[in-house]
């Protein structure tokens, strides 16, 4: 027979328990991103611009590099504070959000697993001060199917020569350095995909048309154009032909991070249209008095704390070394949908003001549709889950 759990142990802490440093730099991010990002986020959604400053300010505050060892000049913390970072910044604005988003469980992710001590010596340092990175995959003819990229890299001497070009690269207009996809051979298929190391300064390397977008627009989305751009050999990322790994592996980790995205909006949603129904006169009282609004903040309050306990589940269990794969698709998954459904709900709250851009909500409806679509779309999240729960076949 099994045996149960001895009472005098101490019992497992429920999921969404925070130790006391997590929960001290949850509220330092907070306090920084209502006082120093709020302020800023219609003129930067406005003009589709971040604000530099804001940027190095996330620098200063070690939100660039929250994983980086502190022999490298990061913050040696966890996945998990990077995850709480995110939440914590887009429940204020998603657009800030993805910019540490990228920077810490894509880009320094695949530096700190894959990079040799080289190279991990040459950027590391960086990323933790003024170094912004992007993570490229996507091209024009490649985006759920990422691995039928054209961009090809063939080896000259000591250096790759790279051309093509990569589509939807968010961090581009901030970033200095580019984790990219390229293949060294086509007729290998997926394993001749590489990872390359692109520095913007790299001569052939340019960044292209920004696009006009319909949320986190704040967020830069560009072109990268490759026109025998030079990349030294030492800069290939793991080896050749293990892009597809590394791609496949650091967007599993990425997923838990738009998660985080998607909690944060919601959250900040969901604030937003608690605060309104509490101040909202109509028949003489105001309107979260009203039965009707108060289920739908209820349901929205329920659906969030789920979210909540997926993303940090997911966070721990990669913490922890498990295989978080299927946990990480699943996040995504549900935390895009409640996003859109509670930003959606939020506007219909706040009635007529909802609609307009005097109040955040509207923003947050706009910027939550992206959550189903960057780092595999829904569909592709299923795919994942359905595959890992019925194999192959
Ligand atoms: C704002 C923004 C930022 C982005 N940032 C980055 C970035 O930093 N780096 C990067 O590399 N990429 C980035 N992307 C690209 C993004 O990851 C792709 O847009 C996404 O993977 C979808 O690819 P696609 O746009 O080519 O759509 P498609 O792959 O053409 O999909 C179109 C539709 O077909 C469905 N579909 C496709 N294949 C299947 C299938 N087998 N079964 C069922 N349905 C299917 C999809 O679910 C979708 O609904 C970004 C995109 C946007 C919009």
Same mark, same amino acid.
């Given at each position: 027979?099994?045996?149960?759990?001895?009472?005098?142990?101490?019992?497992?802490?429920?999921?969404?328990?925070?130790?006391?440093?997590?929960?001290?730099?949850?509220? @330092?991010?907070?306090?920084?991103?209502?006082?120093?990002?709020? =302020? +800023?986020?219609? &003129?930067?959604?406005?003009?589709?611009?971040?604000?530099?400053?804001?940027?190095?300010?996330?620098?200063?505050?070690?939100?660039?590099?929250?994983?980086? =060892?502190?022999?490298?000049?990061?913050?040696?913390?966890?996945?998990?504070?990077?995850?709480?970072?995110?939440? &914590?910044?887009?429940?204020?604005?998603?657009?800030?959000?993805?910019?540490?988003?990228? #920077? @810490?469980?894509?880009?320094? @992710?695949?530096?700190?697993?894959?990079?040799?001590?080289?190279?991990?010596?040459?950027?590391?340092?960086?990323?933790?001060?003024?170094?912004?990175?992007?993570?490229?995959?996507?091209?024009?003819?490649?985006?759920?199917?990422?691995?039928?990229?054209?961009?090809?890299?063939?080896?000259?001497?000591?250096?790759?020569?790279?051309?093509?070009?990569?589509?939807? /690269?968010? %961090?581009?207009?901030?970033?200095?350095?580019? /984790?990219?996809?390229?293949? /060294?051979? =086509?007729?290998?298929? $997926?394993?001749?995909?590489?990872?390359?190391?692109?520095? +913007?300064?790299?001569?052939?390397?340019?960044?292209? !048309?920004?696009?006009?977008?319909?949320?986190?627009?704040?967020?830069?989305?560009?072109?990268? /154009?490759?026109?025998?751009?030079?990349?030294? !050999?030492?800069?290939?990322?793991?080896?050749?032909?293990?892009? $597809?790994?590394?791609?496949?592996?650091?967007? %599993?980790?990425?997923?838990?991070?738009?998660?985080? #995205?998607?909690?944060?909006?919601?959250?900040?949603?969901?604030?937003?249209?608690? +605060?309104?129904?509490?101040?909202?006169?109509?028949?003489?009282?105001?309107?979260?008095?009203?039965?009707?609004?108060?289920?739908?903040?209820?349901?929205?309050?329920?659906?969030? &704390?789920?979210?909540?306990?997926?993303?940090?589940?997911?966070?721990?269990?990669?913490?922890?070394?498990?295989?978080?794969?299927?946990?990480?698709?699943?996040?995504?998954?549900?935390?895009?949908?409640?996003?859109?459904?509670?930003?959606?709900?939020?506007?219909?709250?706040?009635?007529?003001?909802?609609?307009? !851009?005097? $109040?955040?909500?509207?923003?947050?409806?706009?910027?939550?549709?992206?959550?189903?679509? $960057?780092?595999?779309?829904?569909?592709?999240?299923?795919?994942?889950?359905?595959?890992?729960?019925?194999?192959?076949?």
């Amino acid at each position: 027979m099994s045996q149960v759990s001895s009472a005098a142990a101490p019992p497992p802490l429920p999921l969404v328990t925070l130790t006391e440093d997590e929960a001290l730099f949850r509220d @330092n991010v907070r306090h920084f991103a209502e006082e120093s990002i709020a =302020p +800023k986020v219609r &003129e930067m959604d406005e003009k589709g611009v971040f604000d530099s400053r804001l940027i190095e300010q996330f620098f200063q505050l070690g939100l660039m590099g929250i994983e980086v =060892p502190e022999q490298y000049g990061g913050a040696g913390g966890r996945f998990f504070e990077a995850i709480l970072a995110v939440e &914590e910044i887009s429940r204020t604005d998603p657009s800030a959000g993805v910019i540490i988003d990228v #920077q @810490n469980t894509l880009v320094n @992710n695949a530096l700190l697993r894959w990079g040799n001590d080289d190279q991990k010596r040459r950027y590391l340092p960086r990323m933790t001060k003024n170094l912004v990175g992007a993570y490229a995959l996507s091209e024009a003819g490649s985006g759920s199917d990422a691995f039928a990229l054209q961009t090809r890299a063939q080896l000259k001497g000591s250096e790759y020569v790279l051309n093509g070009r990569k589509l939807w /690269i968010t %961090n581009s207009k901030e970033a200095g350095v580019f /984790i990219l996809f390229a293949t /060294i051979d =086509p007729s290998a298929g $997926y394993k001749g995909v590489t990872a390359f190391i692109v520095e +913007k300064d790299f001569p052939g390397f340019s960044v292209g !048309k920004k696009e006009d977008k319909l949320g986190i627009r704040a967020s830069s989305t560009c072109e990268l /154009i490759l026109e025998d751009c030079r990349v030294p !050999k030492e800069n290939v990322l793991g080896d050749q032909g293990k892009g $597809y790994k590394i791609a496949i592996e650091t967007l %599993n980790e990425g997923r838990i991070g738009i998660g985080a #995205q998607m909690l944060g909006l919601a959250r900040g949603a969901w604030e937003n249209a608690l +605060k309104y129904s509490q101040e909202r006169k109509q028949f003489g009282k105001n309107i979260s008095e009203f039965q009707g609004i108060q289920f739908q903040l209820a349901q929205m309050a329920t659906e969030i &704390e789920a979210v909540r306990m997926m993303v940090y589940n997911a966070a721990r269990m990669k913490d922890a070394g498990m295989n978080f794969v299927k946990e990480a698709a699943m996040t995504k998954l549900f935390a895009s949908q409640i996003a859109e459904r509670v930003a959606s709900l939020a506007v219909e709250i706040l009635g007529g003001v909802g609609f307009t !851009k005097d $109040y955040p909500v509207e923003k947050f409806y706009r910027d939550a549709k992206i959550g189903k679509i $960057y780092e595999g779309t829904s569909n592709m999240q299923l795919q994942t889950i359905a595959k890992l729960l019925l194999g192959d076949r």
